[in-house]
């Protein structure tokens, strides 16, 4: 069975950090684009930022310059460190990957993790 469980979010003031972790563990054969995504109350769900198995990486404009994503391949994890945070921030932030299992290719999400930044 694979799973993305993430860690990190938590209450932060405006202005401050949170670096999340998410980490894939299970039957994987490899693993392509991680990426990260959020989701504010009464909003759909936007990308954050993805980071390809070779390191390249793509933000939504909004964050440039905030947020930075990392990942370590020997782990499995995805990691996506906030900085300046904004109460507009505030949101489930969910973890994505694309995973090769059992020699297929599949999209998988992890349960979401609370980001609150309070003004």
């Known amino acids: 069975q694979v799973q993305l469980v993430e860690s990190g979010g938590g209450l932060v003031q405006d202005g401050g950090s949170l670096r999340l972790s998410c980490a894939a563990s299970?039957?994987?054969?490899?693993?392509?684009?991680m990426g990260w995504y959020r989701q504010a109350p009464g909003r759909q769900r936007e990308l954050v930022a993805v980071?390809?198995?070779?390191?390249?990486?793509n933000y939504a404009d909004s964050l440039k310059g905030r947020f930075t994503i990392s990942r370590d391949n020997a782990k499995n994890t995805v990691y996506l460190q906030m900085d300046s945070l904004k109460p507009e921030d505030t949101g489930v932030y969910y973890c994505?990957?694309?995973?090769?299992?059992?020699?297929?290719?599949?999209?998988?999400w992890g349960q979401g993790t609370q980001v609150t930044v309070s003004s």
């Open positions: 980071i390809t198995s070779g390191g390249s990486t």
């Open positions: 994505n990957a694309d995973l090769i299992v059992l020699g297929r290719d599949y999209d998988y």
């Open positions: 299970g039957s994987i054969f490899s693993i392509n684009a």
